[in-house]
């Protein structure tokens, strides 16, 4: 990470330096050279704002070194085919949605790493992206009324996005990967939902989680 901090600032200065001399040539009429600093100057600042938007994601998305747990989802019913989500983050405020339907679903953002960016030694990064309620029946899930929620971290500038969007300016950044994974939902059960480098998984933690999913 620090890496591209130093990029970053390298190319902020490179950028000022060839911003000044741009002025400098036109206050002397050499509209030539001119023309050569202001191009070395856009290619400096795009440089620089590369490794802004990469740096700036690396630290507001989650390091992925291994699977690991990355959140619990506890439920509660509170109507028929609808129940209150608990979604318990290490380091977060419990947060609270409800849910309509037979089962849960939550998605996850994956970002990895290709070369050239590779060289840098990143791990792959993650985000949380949407909780929701599905039904079991397709003919339900076409007409019930759905419930889905964000989960994200709205960013400035975020290198999912960019990423997808604008695929020539962010080489090396494989963001066309998400990952997703449902179970049913049953009143007071708990859920743990890991995540490894390819995929969400969500395992019974208790047993009325168990018996849900075995009656699933």
């Given amino acids: 990470m620090g890496v591209l901090l130093a990029i970053a600032g390298v190319f902020l200065l490179l950028s000022i330096y060839f911003l000044s001399k741009t002025f400098l040539c036109l206050k002397r009429h050499r509209f030539v050279r001119a023309g050569g600093s202001a191009l070395s100057c856009i290619a400096s600042a795009a440089v620089m704002a590369a490794a802004a938007v990469v740096a700036l994601s690396y630290y507001s998305y989650v390091r992925l070194t291994d699977e690991q747990l990355i959140t619990t989802v506890e439920f509660r019913r509170v109507a028929p085919q609808e129940f209150q989500a608990r ?105 743990d939902v890991s995540l490894s480098r390819d995929a969400l998984i969500a395992r019974p933690a208790n047993e009325i989680a168990q018996k849900a999913v075995g009656d699933w």
């Fill in 87 to 191: 979604l318990i983050t290490r380091g977060q405020r419990d947060r609270f949605f409800n849910l309509k339907g037979d089962e849960w679903q939550i998605d996850a953002r994956l970002v990895n790493w290709m070369p050239p960016m590779t060289i840098l030694g990143l791990d792959p990064i993650y985000q949380l992206e949407r909780l929701s309620g599905r039904y079991s029946e397709i003919d339900r899930e076409q007409t019930e009324a759905r419930t889905v929620h964000s989960l994200t971290t709205e960013l400035p500038i975020d290198v999912w996005k960019v990423a997808r969007r604008f695929p020539r300016l962010a080489p090396g950044i494989d963001a066309y990967y998400g990952s997703a994974t449902y179970v049913p939902m049953a009143d007071g059960a708990r859920y």
